[in-house]
């Protein structure tokens, strides 16, 4: 990952840690085109693409309202605004997002808390239905 996307990355999670009470916010994951600018120089770090998926305990109306001001500034200087999922939704929509979820699993950077990605488990099943899906509409 590049230095300024670190820093970046480490602003957003020092805020996130100021809304969320440590027990709430369980992990921070970044994933894309992000952590690969070392092996794509093509990639200009003002114009690399810096996903985010934050991982909380529980999840509710109120923690989103909470955390929209991080997610308006984090837009407003360039990025996507961060995927936010309870612990339980993570785990019980891998089957959903199995092509998402893969490519995380394969491709991501816990930037706080606990790595919940490279131990997940998605089935090929789940994996062959989303491409089949994927296909269809594209024909």
């Known amino acids: 990952m590049h230095e300024k996307t670190e820093k970046k990355v480490n602003q957003l999670v020092q805020e996130l840690q100021h809304v969320f009470q440590d027990d709430q916010l369980v992990s921070v994951c970044v994933y894309g085109s992000s952590l690969f600018q070392e092996s794509l120089p093509e990639i200009k ?18 923690d989103l309202e909470r955390a929209s001001s991080i997610g308006k500034w984090w837009c407003k200087v360039g990025n996507a605004l961060p995927l936010f999922l309870s612990e339980d939704e993570w785990y019980r929509s891998t089957d ?16 706080y808390g606990k790595d919940l990605y490279g131990q997940t488990e998605i089935l090929p099943d789940a994996l062959r239905l989303v491409c089949e899906l994927e296909l269809h509409r594209k024909l």
């Open 45 to 62: 770090p003002e114009h690399e693409d810096i996903n985010v998926l934050v991982i909380l305990k529980r999840l509710e109306s109120g």
């Open 96 to 111: 959903i997002f199995a092509l998402e979820y893969a490519d995380i699993r394969d491709h991501y950077h816990v930037a």
